[in-house]
């Protein structure tokens, strides 16, 4: 922002003119220009989407700045999606780097150290259970999911009616539909916002495989059923038979449980589809009744991979 420049106002007067005293004149005292301001950190980060900075330095800042933010209260909606999906990214890309994952950890606050190597790790880990990429996208809708607010108590009602800790709920929510962006029948045949198997939601689902509310206490009856009380792992490996899964699962858990307000940036995280063309973001809006040409999508939004 620029200095503000000082305006004077010369005022006129409808009086008769009268031929002042002369006087001796006022010495000329130049202002010191004003210092600039501050950076603004209440302002937007970023718009979406935006190239994720090189330098370690400046990840390392942008990681703190996006942590104190993210578990800000009076930061709501579009801004919280926006940081969430900047935060998802950095992950995403240190993730592939490892050196400069460890730079950037190194210029981090201590504190901030088991958030960072959980999500690090979350986010690893729920990459390798894709174990194929495909040439073509997805027959999906991707959709706005419900507010934070309004998932967050759904998850602690279904984690205290089963027994089962919320942020688990959260978590497996977060690996399998990105909070419920994804609407759409997987490769495996499940459903849902939770991504139950028909058989499955039979035998253990009330209501709507589709209803957030349904599918997340259902959720929560299947892990208690699996044994969840006695091997959470183990109830969680019921759920998708990956070690890869589970840890995935118990990473991102980890860090809302030592922290609620972090649920915040996990819920702005986004849908990325890994193609054989590369990971393509498959924004709000995306809809497709069959199986879609990545060109065909690459053509209308400006956030793919070079091709």
């Given at each position: 922002?620029?200095?503000?420049?000082?305006?004077?106002?010369?005022?006129?007067?409808?009086?008769?003119?009268?031929?002042?005293?002369?006087?001796?004149?006022?010495?000329?005292?130049?202002?010191?220009?004003?210092?600039?301001?501050?950076?603004?950190?209440?302002?937007?980060?970023?718009?979406?989407?935006?190239?994720?900075?090189?330098?370690?330095?400046?990840?390392?800042?942008?990681?703190t700045q996006?942590?104190?933010?993210?578990?800000?209260?009076?930061?709501?909606?579009e801004a919280?999606?926006?940081?969430?999906?900047?935060?998802?990214?950095?992950?995403?890309?240190?993730?592939?780097?490892?050196?400069?994952?460890?730079?950037?950890?190194?210029?981090?606050?201590?504190?901030?150290?088991?958030?960072?190597?959980?999500?690090?790790?979350?986010?690893?880990?729920?990459?390798?259970?894709?174990?194929?990429?495909?040439?073509?996208?997805?027959?999906?809708?991707?959709?706005?999911?419900?507010?934070?607010?309004?998932?967050?108590?759904?998850?602690?009602?279904?984690?205290?009616?089963?027994?089962?800790?919320?942020?688990?709920?959260?978590?497996?929510?977060?690996?399998?539909?990105?909070?419920?962006?994804?609407?759409?029948?997987?490769?495996?045949?499940?459903?849902?916002?939770?991504?139950?198997?028909?058989?499955?939601?039979?035998?253990?689902?009330?209501?709507?495989?589709?209803?957030f509310g349904?599918?997340?206490?259902?959720?929560?009856?299947?892990?208690?059923?699996?044994?969840?009380?006695?091997?959470?792992?183990?109830?969680?490996?019921?759920?998708?038979?990956?070690?890869?899964?589970?840890?995935?699962?118990?990473?991102?858990?980890?860090?809302?449980?030592?922290?609620?307000?972090?649920?915040?940036?996990?819920?702005?995280?986004?849908?990325?589809?890994?193609?054989?063309?590369?990971?393509?973001?498959?924004?709000?809006?995306?809809?497709?009744?069959?199986?879609?040409?990545?060109?065909?999508?690459?053509?209308?939004?400006?956030?793919?991979?070079?091709?």
């Open positions: 922002m620029r200095p503000y420049l000082a305006i004077l106002l010369l005022s006129s007067c409808s009086n008769p003119v009268r031929t002042a005293p002369e006087v001796a004149p006022e010495p000329v005292v130049i202002a010191e220009p004003a210092p600039e301001p501050e950076p603004d950190t209440e302002a937007p980060l970023a718009e979406m989407p935006i190239e994720v900075p090189a330098d370690a330095g400046a990840l390392s800042g942008l990681l996006l942590e104190s933010t993210l578990r800000d209260p009076e930061k709501t909606g919280i999606e926006s940081y969430g999906h900047l935060q998802q990214r950095i992950y995403r890309v240190l993730s592939k780097d490892e050196t400069k994952a460890a730079a950037v950890r190194a210029g981090l606050p201590e504190s901030l150290h088991a958030t960072f190597d959980a999500n690090m790790s979350g986010t690893a880990r729920s990459s390798h259970t894709v174990t194929r990429r495909r040439s073509d996208l997805p027959d999906w809708d991707i959709i706005a999911p419900p507010e934070p607010e309004v998932l967050i108590e759904l998850y602690r009602a279904a984690g205290e009616e089963f027994d089962v800790p919320w942020t688990v709920l959260a978590a497996i929510h977060l690996v399998e539909t990105r909070m419920g962006r994804i609407r759409g029948t997987s490769h495996a045949g499940a459903q849902g916002p939770m991504q139950f198997m028909p058989a499955t939601w039979a035998a253990y689902g009330e209501g709507d495989i589709n209803d349904d599918a997340i206490r259902g959720a929560g009856r299947y892990l208690s059923q699996m044994g969840a009380s006695r091997d959470l792992d183990k109830s969680i490996w019921h759920y998708n038979h990956s070690e890869d899964y589970i840890r995935a699962v118990r990473a991102f858990a980890s860090v809302m449980d030592e922290d609620p307000m972090a649920y915040r940036g996990y819920w702005g995280w986004q849908v990325y589809y890994q193609t054989t063309a590369g990971d393509i973001w498959l924004a709000k809006g995306y809809s497709a009744t069959e199986r879609r040409a990545i060109d065909d999508y690459c053509g209308t939004v400006d956030h793919c991979p070079p091709q």
